[in-house]
């Protein structure tokens, strides 16, 4: 057999490549060139064991997921996610919370949300129906919540928002990055890996449970960061929504990063009916909710996931009426027959939606 010199060109477009990939995956401006705006995947639909579940607090199981072979698990980076199937199939997203240079495991952290308090019944199957030795279908890791390479970090975790936020504190820390933290929650009896914020050195943690300290005013919080700080905020969509407020005033050289759990607020939304053609019933929606929590009220087991226009898991056939679209998701062609029921509405008075 005979091997031949690549061609000039063909030595051209190898040089080329691997500039591209030089500067766009490996290269310390990889993050800001190649952001992930609105998700970018990074793995695949993987059936992983559940190796062992730890209650954290009173309401919060951690899962430990193993590849069942062992080998190792695709690599993810602080912020990303995992696409959860529940045994009903819907799909639910969970933040990575364990350790990205150990990819012999993934760990998820869920908070228990009973329906009365509105949890739409994904954090309780996980809790009731899931143990160790369960295989548990995952899709990711995905990133949707990107996070930058600076000197000085202010992290402010809310609650359960503890998630992404716990592998970003771990990465500021190993870097030896200047960070501060601000953990707030009910009590301290409700906030989950207390120990391991606790043994990060270089850095200072404050815990401040309400119990102790009272409603955190975010002002305050958010004075802590230093002038041009990367300040990342997960936890309730009031710490979240005044931080965005707030920020641009009190440290405008800084940047605000932030990840919510919920669905956020509608704004400039109208009253519209929805006329759900298979399940035969129309459904009301207010001008200040979305189609999919009026529509739950009447098919509680709609499928849905990020509830924030990204996923694409609350899909559906439009079968008449214009819609205004406001996902970040569909293409052009999918919008012309279809719609994301989290975010997107009628543009009229009514839609007929295949469901
Ligand atoms: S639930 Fe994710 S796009 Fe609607």
Redesign the pocket.
């Known amino acids: 057999m005979t091997t031949a010199a690549p061609s000039l060109k063909l030595r051209a477009l190898a040089r080329g490549a691997q500039a591209y990939s030089t500067l766009f995956a490996a290269s310390a401006a990889a993050p800001y060139l190649s952001r992930s705006t609105p998700v970018r995947m990074t793995g695949f639909d993987l059936d992983l064991t559940v190796a062992s579940t730890s209650v954290e607090v009173d309401d919060v199981v951690s899962f430990e997921l193993r590849n069942p072979d062992g080998s190792d698990l695709p690599a993810w980076v602080p912020g990303a996610h995992l696409d959860v199937f529940l045994p009903s199939g819907a ?1 639910r ?1 969970y933040s990575l919370c364990g350790d990205p240079r150990d990819l012999t495991s993934y760990r998820i952290a869920v908070r228990r949300i009973d329906a009365d308090m509105g949890g739409g019944g994904g954090s309780l199957a996980l809790h009731t129906d899931v143990a160790a030795g369960d295989t548990i279908r995952v899709r990711g890791p995905r990133n949707a919540f990107t996070f930058i390479d600076v000197e000085s970090y202010l992290f402010i975790a809310g609650g359960i928002g503890i998630t992404p936020i716990l592998p970003m504190v771990r990465e500021a820390a190993r870097r030896g990055a200047r960070w501060k933290m601000v953990y707030v929650g009910r009590s301290l009896a409700t906030m989950p890996f207390l120990d391991e914020l606790q043994a990060l050195e270089g850095g200072e943690l404050e815990l401040r449970p309400d119990d102790e300290f009272g409603v955190p005013d975010v002002a305050d919080l958010l004075g802590r960061a230093e002038a041009g700080a990367a300040i990342y905020v997960c936890g309730p969509p009031q710490l979240i929504d005044a931080a965005r407020v707030l920020q641009p005033t009190l440290n405008p050289t800084g940047s605000l990063h932030s990840e919510r759990f919920s669905a956020p607020p509608v704004v400039g939304g109208h009253a519209f009916d929805v006329h759900l053609a298979r399940t035969g019933v129309t459904v009301k929606v207010a001008a200040d909710e979305s189609a ?1 929590a009026a529509i739950r009220r009447e098919v509680p087991g709609v ?13 559906h056939a439009v079968l008449e009426g214009a819609v205004e679209h406001r ?1 970040h ?1 569909l293409r052009a062609e999918e919008r012309a027959e279809s719609m ?4 997107s509405r009628a543009a009229g008075d009514e839609l007929t939606l295949d469901l």
């Open positions: 799909q997203q999919l499928r849905y996931s990020c509830q924030q226009g990204f996923c694409g898991s609350c899909k996902d998701k994301l029921i989290c975010v």
